[in-house]
C-alpha cells in the first residue's frame, strides 16, 4: 500500500458517496471507507470530487496558438481555413513543437489525461506538423495518452500527393486516420478512401463533417452507411456536425437512431462552433452548437472536446474541459440534473468509451 487518499467523493452514477481510495503500485487497489495504513502516505482530500481523467477527443496541437500571426479575419470559417493555411507555411517542427507543448500543459493541469489530437498534413506542411508533434507523446506519457488523428485539412483527392504523406503519417506514429469531406473536390471519394486506408492499417476513424447550418445533404448518412457495411461500429467519431443543430425535431430524432444504429460517435467542439457559425445573420443568430445531450438519449455516444485554442477557428481557450462542458450547458440551456451530469461525462467517460 503506498498512498490511501481519504474522504473522497466518488462518482455513483446520478449520485457521490464518499470513501478511500487505496493505491498500491501505481493502481487503484481498494475503494471503502475506513482505510488505514501505518506505511502509507495518506492524503485527505477533505470530501472533493475524485475522478477519472478528462478525455480530449478533437484537438489540434499543431495550429494551436498562432493568433498572433494571423488573426481572427472576419470570423468565418472559410477565413479561418485560409488563415491557417498561409501561416502553415512556415510553421517548422520546431515551432510546432513548443506551441503543442504548450497547449498540451495547460490540458494537463486542467485535468486531462487521454489527448486525440488531429494533425493535418498535405504538399504545404509535409510532415512538419508530425514531426513537432510526434516527440511530445513519449515526452509527457508520464502525465497524458496522447494519440495522433492524421487528416487532410484542405482536401485529398483535389490535392496531388496528399494521400502519400497520409499514408507516410500513419506509418511513422499516427494511430488514427481522419477527414474532412467538405473540403474535397469529391466528398464520397475521399471517404471512400479514408476507410480504406483505416481498414489497411487496422485504425479508428475521425472526421471532421457537415459543417455548415444547412439541414439538407451532408455526408453523415453516407459515413454511417460504410460504417455498418465494413462493420467499423464503434471505431467511428464525426466532429462539429452542426447540420444536426438546424434539424427538425423530426429529422433529428431519425438522425441520432441513424447515428446510434450504425455505431457513430459523435464530438461537439463548443467554443469553435459557436464562433464560426451564423456569421451571415444580421439578428437572432443561430448558435450552430448540436445538441449532444438529447442525442445520447437516442443512443448516440458523444463527447464534448477543444478543438482549437488561440488561432482564427477559435481564438479563445485554455484546455480547460470543465470550462467547455460549462459553456456547452449554457449555450444548449442545459438544466436537468441528469442533463448536466451527462455534461460531466461527456468530457470524462463517454469520449473515453
Known amino acids: 500500500m503506498d498512498l490511501i487518499v481519504k474522504n473522497a467523493r466518488i ?38 470530487l475524485v475522478t477519472s481523467g478528462f478525455v480530449e477527443t478533437h484537438i489540434h496541437l499543431d495550429k494551436s496558438r498562432i493568433l498572433d500571426r494571423c488573426g481572427t479575419g472576419t470570423g468565418t470559417l472559410e477565413d479561418a481555413i485560409g488563415g491557417v493555411a498561409r501561416a502553415k507555411r512556415d510553421f517548422t517542427p520546431e515551432d510546432v513543437y513548443h506551441r503543442a507543448k504548450a497547449t498540451l500543459e495547460r490540458s494537463i493541469v486542467n485535468g486531462t489525461t487521454h489527448m486525440r489530437t488531429h494533425l493535418e498534413v498535405d504538399s504545404t506542411i509535409g510532415l512538419r506538423g508530425l514531426e513537432g508533434v510526434l516527440p511530445l507523446v513519449a515526452e509527457y506519457a508520464w502525465a497524458i495518452d496522447l494519440e495522433i488523428c492524421i487528416f487532410p485539412q484542405d482536401g485529398m483527392l483535389n490535392l496531388p500527393g496528399t494521400e502519400a504523406l497520409m499514408i507516410e503519417a500513419l506509418k511513422r506514429g499516427g494511430s488514427v486516420v481522419g477527414a474532412c469531406p467538405y473540403m474535397d473536390s469529391d466528398p464520397t471519394g475521399q471517404i471512400d478512401r479514408v476507410f480504406e486506408i483505416a481498414r489497411e492499417f487496422d485504425v479508428d476513424i475521425d472526421m471532421h463533417l457537415d459543417f ?3 439541414p439538407e445533404g451532408g455526408d453523415l448518412e453516407y459515413v454511417c452507411d460504410m460504417t455498418e457495411r465494413l462493420d467499423y461500429g464503434g471505431r467511428v467519431a464525426v466532429g462539429h456536425v452542426t ?74 481557450g485554455d484546455g480547460s474541459l470543465l470550462r467547455m ?28 468509451h
Open 11 to 48: 462518482e455513483n452514477g446520478d449520485a457521490t458517496w464518499t470513501a478511500d481510495i487505496c493505491i498500491d503500485d501505481g493502481r487503484i487497489a481498494e475503494i471503502r471507507p475506513g482505510l488505514e495504513s501505518d506505511t502509507a502516505e495518506t492524503l485527505d482530500v477533505g470530501g472533493r
Open 212 to 214: 455548415d447550418l444547412d
Open 243 to 316: 447540420k444536426i443543430s438546424a434539424m427538425t425535431p423530426a429529422h433529428f430524432e431519425a438522425t441520432g437512431k441513424r447515428m446510434a444504429q450504425s455505431g457513430v460517435a459523435l464530438t461537439v467542439l463548443p467554443s469553435t462552433d459557436l464562433f464560426l457559425m451564423g456569421r451571415g445573420h444580421d439578428y437572432s443568430t443561430t448558435r450552430g452548437v448540436t445538441p449532444a445531450h438529447r442525442l445520447l438519449r437516442h443512443g448516440v455516444n458523444c463527447s464534448l472536446s477543444t478543438n482549437n485554442v488561440l488561432n482564427p477557428f477559435t481564438p479563445f
Open 325 to 352: 462542458a460549462n459553456l456547452y450547458a449554457n449555450v444548449c440551456q442545459v438544466g436537468a440534473r441528469g442533463d448536466v451530469i451527462e455534461c460531466f461525462r461527456m468530457i470524462s467517460d463517454r469520449p473515453a
